[in-house]
């Protein structure tokens, strides 16, 4: 804040005492903001999802996790955007089957995989897609939606068809089902069949979505890419 007028005796004008504390405090945190940005390193942090982790994989899941860590600070190292590093990240991510992002996704009712990914930044800028079958590498056709000037969110076919107009060709279902994936498959589906007739069965924990988010000194983004949930997914346009 300015300082007092003179004339006030070195008193905040309009009163006998020291200058009020929450505007002392609005001070100091704009101080402590602008340092912040001067002195900041670039950061990313991921998270490989929730839910109910077997002992045996977790040594799998750490390195899976660390790798993806690894894969965005590289790219900021070299001097990298938040965004691309995001995009690095969520792409070891979704090529590693121990999580629910591309290869390995949970199943639909179906019995398919149908992916979710979304990147936002800073500046809330906002690109996404949800429900398209058969996409590997989901987060690279959210960027695609983001650097779009026509779309913000694109669902199923839509998104395939603009997928399409890009370049992007559906990936083998077999390269991206996983044998872990069909096991917890057909047991919700037994677990659901044998739930007393009227009830419904017990919730059961399924993998959540994997993610990331990252910081620079000149760029901030958030990305998360997400996984079908054991539904029949449905958009409407």
Not at 73 to 100: C, I, K, M, W, Y
Request: aromatic share 4%; with cysteine; proline share 6%.
């Amino acid at each position: 804040p300015p300082a007092p007028a003179k004339s006030t005796g070195g008193r905040w004008p309009g009163s006998s005492s020291s200058p009020p504390s929450s505007i002392l405090l609005r001070g100091c945190q704009r101080a402590a903001s602008a340092l912040y940005i001067r002195t900041m390193k670039a950061a990313i942090i991921i998270h490989a999802g929730a839910g109910d982790l077997a002992d045996q994989d977790a040594p799998t899941a750490r390195a899976g996790a660390a790798g993806a860590v690894s894969a965005g600070l590289t790219v900021l190292r070299q001097g990298g955007s938040s965004l691309d590093a995001v995009l690095a990240a969520v792409r070891v991510l979704e090529d590693d089957p121990e999580f629910n992002a591309g290869v390995g996704a949970v199943l639909t009712r179906a019995g398919t995989i149908e992916v979710d990914a979304a990147v936002m930044t800073g500046d809330l800028r906002f690109g996404a897609i949800a429900g398209v079958e058969n996409f590997r590498r989901p987060i690279d056709l959210a960027r695609l939606v983001f650097c779009s000037d026509e779309h913000v969110l694109l669902c199923a076919e839509g998104a395939w068809a603009f997928a399409r107009e890009h370049g992007f060709t559906p990936t083998d279902p077999a390269e991206m089902i996983t044998e872990r994936a069909r096991t917890r498959f057909h047991a919700e589906r037994k677990r659901r069949k044998e739930a007393a007739p009227g009830r419904d069965a017990p919730t059961a924990v399924w993998p959540a979505t994997a993610g990331a988010s990252s910081a620079s000194a000149n760029s901030c983004a958030a990305k998360k890419n997400a996984r079908a949930k054991p539904s029949a997914s449905r958009c409407r346009r």
